[in-house]
Each structure stands twice: as C-alpha cells, then as structure tokens.
C-alpha cells in the first residue's frame, strides 16, 4: 500500500479570524459537500439510478392464502453459508428446499461456494447446521445432507413437460424477504445454459439477491425447475432464469446416492 510522506507541520499562532473560520469549517465543509453532490447529480442523471436502483419487492397480502404456497411454504428454507474473511467471518444467504423428510436440501452450488458451513433455517423455527453437501455433476446444483427428522418436503417433478405461458409459483428469500411468495408465467426455452450444456427457462417474476436455490412449483405443487439466475430486463427489473429439474434428473440422482439418499 503507498503511505503519502506527510511533511512536519507548521507550528503557527493563528490570529482571531483565523480561528472563527476554523470554528465555522465543519459547517461550510458539509456544505461544499452538498453542493458537490448536487451538482454531480445534475450533470450525471445515471449518478440518482445507481443509488436507487434495487428492484421493488413486497408480498401480495393475497398470496398468503394461495393453497400451493400453502402447501409449499413449510419446506423452502434460509440457507446462510458461512466463511472465514480476513479477521472475521462472512455470510451468504440463499434459498433451498427439503426433499426428504431426514433432510436433503436442493439449493445453488454458487450459494455453497467457499463455504466452511452452512445453516439450514425452516419455518418453524428449527435450525439445521452442516458441512455435508455435494454439487450435482457440473451443474449450479447442489445438496446439502442434514440430520433431522420428521421435516416437511417437497417433491420433484422429473416428468413435466413445460409450456410457455404456463403459471408457476416461485417462493424464496430475496433481499432478505423469508418465503416471498410469486406468481408468475414461463416464458423463453431456447437459451442454452451452463456452457451449452443445459437449456434454462425464464420465469417471469422479480429476481433480486438471494431468490437463487428457490423453488419453481407447478400447479399440482412440485417442483418443475430450480432458480439459479437473474436475466435483466429494465433497470430495476430482473427475470429468473431456473434450472428444469427434468433435465438433471440423472447428475441430481448420483448426488443424492453419494450422500446416502434414504
């Protein structure tokens, strides 16, 4: 790191005025500062949608009865992956959800990355940690092995055939929201993810930090994809690209085998 040589300072008796001005230059100090930021402002209209720009997120009261979120909700849960950073520790928070009533949580392998361990939070208060989890294949999923019991699930659905136009339900922990609950439609099928490897589908809801993990559920209540990406539409409006389930079904059941799936 450069340190700038400071030169020994001036040892002076400053008169009266002077030191009236040096009483009064916090205050003409902020100011400046004001001023400065104004201007700024002003002269780079892009400055005020920099600092403004998070997408604008809030739980359709409505939703709170919604039988498949109803349904659902129970077994979608706060996933805080925790590392060592410098002299203190870091957290990164996502969303999962539980496949097997011992526990076996579905979330992003990005979540995990670096991780030492992680902490499973359900619903109802209960608290899981572990450092057990796999990645499945080369795919941005992984699981996480948990020793609980009598835990609420959600099932996959390794047979759906998606429509564009179809509805689904998307239930995460963006900004810090627990269980925010979306509606929303299938949209675009054609981009290929992961390098080509896998088609993604778009899910026409508000993606924002931490919905990653969170659960894509169709109709009848099971999980059709995984949310694993955001695609940008406006400023402050995301989509979110998931991952089909369908199209892991074979890198996602040598994961759950590894882990001993019960």
Not at 130 to 143: E, K, T
């Amino acid at each position: 790191m450069y340190n700038k040589q400071q030169s020994p300072a001036i040892q002076e008796h400053p008169d009266e005025d002077y030191s009236r001005f040096r009483r009064r230059s916090p205050l003409l100090r902020g100011i400046a500062a004001l001023l400065v930021l104004g201007f700024l402002l002003l002269a780079l209209p892009h400055v005020g949608q920099l600092i403004t720009s998070r997408p604008q997120l809030s739980q359709d009261p409505a939703l709170n009865h919604d039988p498949i979120a109803a349904l659902a909700r129970p077994a979608i849960v706060v996933i805080e992956a925790q590392s060592t950073a410098g002299l203190g520790m870091q957290i990164k928070k996502g969303t999962g959800f539980n496949i097997d009533r011992n526990g076996l949580i579905i979330t992003n392998q990005h979540v995990l990355s670096g991780a030492e361990t992680v902490s499973i939070s359900f619903v109802d208060g209960r608290r899981y940690y572990s450092n057990r989890w796999l990645q499945a294949g080369d795919v941005d999923i992984a699981v996480i092995d948990i020793q609980g019991h009598d835990l609420p699930t959600l099932d996959l659905n390794f047979n759906s055939v998606l429509q564009p136009g179809q509805q689904v339900t998307v239930i995460g922990n963006p900004l810090n929201m627990e269980r925010l609950i979306q509606k929303g439609l299938l949209a675009d099928f054609t981009a290929p993810a992961q390098g080509g490897k896998l088609a993604y589908i778009e899910v026409l809801v508000t993606a924002a930090p931490g919905l990653s993990g969170s659960p894509v559920v169709d109709e009848e209540g099971r999980v059709v994809a995984v949310v694993y990406a955001a695609r940008k539409k406006t400023e402050d409006n995301n989509t979110a690209l998931a991952i089909p389930v369908k199209t892991i079904y074979d890198t996602l059941s040598q994961a759950l085998d590894r882990l001993g799936n019960r």
